[in-house]
């Protein structure tokens, strides 16, 4: 059925086809930094499928968000039917006589009476679905496009970091105090910018000093991080073994 | 969709396995050709293999009369790979996906292509 009969065919040359091959880059370098000062200590390398693919892929970055905000919906619309019976069963006017339409009960969707026919009820479930491999390129290519950006600042312990007193290989804040995200955002210049810390596990001291930023600084723990958080943000302060965890998790 | 709320009472999920983290290479350990700015891309690419070990050129039909050979995982310059393709058949009718990496040619030319990849990129 498929048979093909390719009548332009030409002979293929017997000299060895000439491909330009060369070998893809592997790995990326990202600095190891120190916290609150951000201060630069060391390189560490990170993979380049994962942080440098040339082509960010925005269909399946739109995909994924799209995914997530379905999966978020709480599916709580509810709308009254003929089923819920608000009014009575009387029937309204005689089947024969009255020289009008014939008309049952008051629960009829057709009249004027807030029901509808075939009307949502909750609870219902919008959550669609994606390919894994889908949902894992886009959070490659989310992760990745910030880290060009410049965007990812990495936390870390890492061979030669020497901290200082103040510093500290992960992201918390030495001390329980409101004053301290807003301090963090006015040394580091980051009025007005939307902030995302990803953390190893739930650090009190970062949640509490960060609550008074209010919808400009998230504090999420590694495995709540979704495509979403990431693009939104406009600085992503992320620990080394949160970082590690994700290229395991969503790598293909 | 989620399942319904009896299949999700009635129904025990087997632990998952532990995610494997990225363990990071230390930095002697790379050569500096391995770095981004090794050059790639700008005449050259790369078609890596399948994890069977074939080319990952395959016959495509759509709306089961529609042909076309599509080859896949093409990194770097494709428009480059492209030309080298017709330098060897000036009569493939070759179109491009540079976002995903992707090469169609019209009609089934997969033998053909392969036989290319075998001489030329191994």
């Known amino acids: 059925m498929f048979k093909q009969i390719r009548t332009l065919a030409t002979q293929a040359s017997n000299a060895k086809p000439a491909f330009h091959i060369g070998q893809p880059p592997q790995y990326t370098l990202a600095s190891l930094r120190t916290f609150p000062s951000l201060e630069p200590h060391t390189f560490i390398p990170l993979p380049a499928k994962f942080f440098a693919a040339p082509n960010v892929r925005r269909d399946q970055l739109w995909s994924a968000v799209v995914f997530e905000a379905d999966k978020a919906?709480?599916?709580?619309?509810?709308?009254?039917?003929?089923?819920?019976?608000?009014?009575?069963?009387?029937?309204?006017?005689?089947?024969?006589?009255?020289?009008?339409?014939?008309?049952?009960?008051?629960?009829?969707?057709?009249?004027?009476?807030?029901?509808?026919?075939?009307?949502?009820?909750a609870p219902h479930d919008w959550s669609t679905d994606l390919p894994t491999k889908v949902y894992a390129q886009a959070m490659q290519h989310a992760l990745g496009s910030k880290y060009k950006e410049g965007k990812l600042y990495i936390i870390g312990e890492g061979e030669g970091v020497k901290k200082h007193e103040s510093d500290d290989s992960s992201i918390d804040f030495k001390y329980d105090h409101e004053s301290q995200g807003p301090e963090f955002v006015k040394r580091h210049n980051l009025q007005n910018l939307n902030l995302l810390f990803i953390t190893e596990d739930v650090k009190s001291n970062l949640v509490a000093g960060t609550?008074?930023?209010?919808?400009?600084?998230?504090?999420?723990?590694?495995?709540?991080?979704e495509v979403r958080d990431i693009l939104k943000a406009n600085r992503i302060y992320i620990e080394l073994s949160a970082l590690q965890w994700l290229?395991?998790?969503?790598?293909t | 969709?989620?399942?319904?709320?009896?299949?999700?009472?009635?129904?025990?999920?087997?632990?998952?396995?532990?995610?494997?983290?990225y363990?990071?290479?230390?930095?002697?350990?790379?050569p500096h050709t391995a770095l981004v700015n090794n050059g790639f891309g700008e005449g050259s690419y790369f078609i890596k293999k399948t994890k069977?070990?074939?080319?990952?050129?395959?016959?495509?039909?759509?709306?089961?009369?529609?042909?076309?050979?599509?080859?896949?995982?093409?990194e770097g310059d494709i428009?480059?790979?492209?030309?080298?393709?017709?330098k060897l058949n000036p009569d493939l009718k070759i179109?491009?996906?540079?976002?995903?990496?992707?090469?169609?040619?019209?009609?089934?030319?997969?033998e053909e292509i392969k036989e290319y990849f075998n001489e030329g990129l191994n």
């Open chain 2, 1 to 21: 969709m989620r399942p319904t709320l009896f299949a999700r009472a009635s129904h025990f999920p087997f632990p998952k396995a532990v995610v494997p983290r």
């Open chain 1, 247 to 251: 290229i395991g998790k969503y790598s």
């Open chain 2, 79 to 86: 428009e480059l790979f492209r030309r080298d393709l017709l």
């Open chain 2, 23 to 30: 363990t990071i290479p230390s930095l002697e350990s790379i």
């Open chain 1, 211 to 225: 609550a008074s930023l209010a919808k400009k600084a998230d504090v999420q723990v590694k495995e709540d991080v």
């Open chain 2, 95 to 110: 179109t491009v996906n540079k976002t995903a990496g992707y090469v169609n040619i019209k009609g089934d030319v997969v």
């Open chain 1, 73 to 121: 919906r709480m599916g709580s619309g509810n709308v009254p039917t003929k089923g819920d019976k608000p009014f009575s069963n009387r029937k309204l006017r005689p089947q024969k006589g009255t020289g009008n339409a014939r008309l049952g009960d008051a629960n009829s969707p057709h009249m004027d009476n807030g029901l509808k026919p075939f009307g949502i009820k």
């Open chain 2, 52 to 74: 069977f070990n074939h080319w990952p050129v395959y016959k495509k039909i759509t709306n089961q009369s529609k042909i076309t050979t599509e080859i896949k995982r093409i």
